[in-house]
């Protein structure tokens, strides 16, 4: 029994995203074991069936809507007014009501971040010098290995590599991605023409980093009985309110943060959370739930994100909710798909943005033409219009329009910015637009 079990967790640790090597037994393993979890998480709610979530192919018959005309937003929740009705009048009344709404999306969407989280100990796997672009840097790879000594059956350790220029003698900012390093010997994915984002990052004289989100919790639910929300149940079922994936995801940048702050090259008070699609989601949960990161530039994060889930416009909650993607959020967001609606739901993504409030953040989408519908840039632009009156009882700087602007319009004016560019599902024609915007408060 125990040798199964252990060959299961090596199971649910393998990633599906599209440069794993995975068998088709494997595949099709992941698949039966997500499906059988997502089962009980129904039953124990007293769910029998979900309504099924819109396609994000235009020609389907039940095709997501893109059409404006049909979308009526109700029930909008407004982050300055208390559960009970009284108004928030300033920033002290702020600091309360961030507390109704960490509970509220605590409960009803990313779960409850368990209080028994283990140590985790960083090493240096290696470090050497490089020649990233024009600039020498020293690059380290590390490995945060996490105290199992309660549960030694599950083995979990975070993946991160960094970079900060070899020639300086201050501290320096540092952006942190979730992301990925692809393998030796697999062919990358075309890029834009130009530097990388990490090469632009450094010119400006700022360090970079990447986590790879899925060494520490796979991106599934087959593995949500490892990593580290396996380990921490021991290797037992979700219960209701616990958290999902993206806290789960959150909690390992939190932990590298937790090293940069003892690296003397780093200046750990300007550290940069950033991440596209799923990652855009996660980014926006870590900068939410951990004030010391001291901005975000969020990519593409759509649905479960910076997009306004009462807007019934390219992905849905159905969509969330289903088996694909249950694992990123609280087994209890799940109900939003069967007997309750979005428009039951107590809270929304403008108020996730507040919550960020005052540290800046940068929004990013693509082009709906090559990205897609699916995404709803307008839906992330409204969420952080509702969300500028937070910022601006800070003294901040919300969006300078309330209308959604044409395609490449740079909204960088603020504490809050925004653009949609010309490109695909990537922040890629974004990157100089942010670090120009980032400058005024990383410095150059």
Aim: glycine share 10%.
């Amino acid at each position: 029994m125990k040798k199964t079990f252990i060959l299961l967790v090596g199971l649910f640790l393998i990633s599906v995203e599209g440069h794993s090597q995975l068998s088709q037994a494997q595949r099709d393993s992941i698949n039966q074991l997500t499906q059988a979890d997502h089962r009980l998480m129904m039953d124990r709610l007293g769910l029998e069936s979900l309504r099924p979530g819109p396609s994000g192919n235009p020609q389907a018959p039940n095709a997501a809507n893109t059409d404006e005309s049909k979308v009526k937003l109700v029930n909008l929740p407004d982050p300055l007014v208390f559960e009970d009705g009284a108004p928030v009048k300033n920033v002290e009344d702020w600091k309360k009501r961030k507390q109704e709404l960490f509970e509220l999306f605590d409960r009803e969407m990313y779960g409850r971040t368990p209080q028994n989280l283990p140590e985790v100990n960083w090493e240096i796997v290696w470090e050497k010098d490089s020649l990233i672009g024009e600039t020498l840097t020293r690059y380290r790879k590390m490995k945060g290995l996490v105290d199992n000594s309660a549960f030694p059956e599950i083995s979990v350790s975070i993946d991160f590599e960094y970079g900060v220029p070899k020639n300086v003698d201050k501290s320096v900012p540092l952006v942190l991605e979730f992301g990925w390093i692809w393998p030796a010997g697999m062919q990358r994915p075309t890029s834009p023409p130009g530097p990388s984002w990490q090469e632009q990052v450094l010119a400006e004289g700022w360090g970079f980093g990447v986590i790879i989100p899925t060494s520490y919790q796979a991106d599934n639910g087959a593995g949500l009985r490892s990593g580290i929300i396996g380990l921490v149940n021991k290797g037992k079922p979700r219960k209701l309110e616990d958290w999902g994936t993206l806290k789960a995801w959150a909690w390992g940048a939190s932990r590298a943060l937790d090293f940069l702050a003892t690296d003397s090259k780093i200046n750990a008070q300007k550290v940069v959370i950033e991440g596209l699609s799923r990652y855009g989601k996660a980014a926006l949960v870590t900068l939410a739930y951990d004030d010391r990161f001291s901005m975000g530039l969020i990519g593409s994060s759509g649905a479960g994100g910076a997009k306004l889930l009462k807007r019934v416009f390219g992905e849905q909650i159905e969509n969330l909710a289903s088996s694909g993607e249950y694992h990123w959020f609280t087994p209890n967001f799940i109900r939003y798909a069967g007997p309750m609606t979005q428009d039951d739901l107590p809270i929304d993504a403008h108020e996730l943005i507040a919550l960020c409030a005052p540290r800046p953040m940068f929004i990013s989408v693509g082009s709906p033409t090559v990205e897609g519908q699916w995404i709803d840039g307008k839906g992330m632009f409204d969420a952080a219009v509702l969300a500028g009156p937070v910022y601006e009882l800070f003294g901040k700087k919300p969006l300078p329009v309330r209308e959604f602007p044409p395609l490449g319009t740079n909204l960088n004016s603020g504490d809050l910015a925004f653009r949609q560019h010309e490109g695909g599902h990537t922040v890629g024609p974004n990157w100089p637009f942010f670090i120009v915007w980032a400058e005024r408060y990383l410095g150059k």
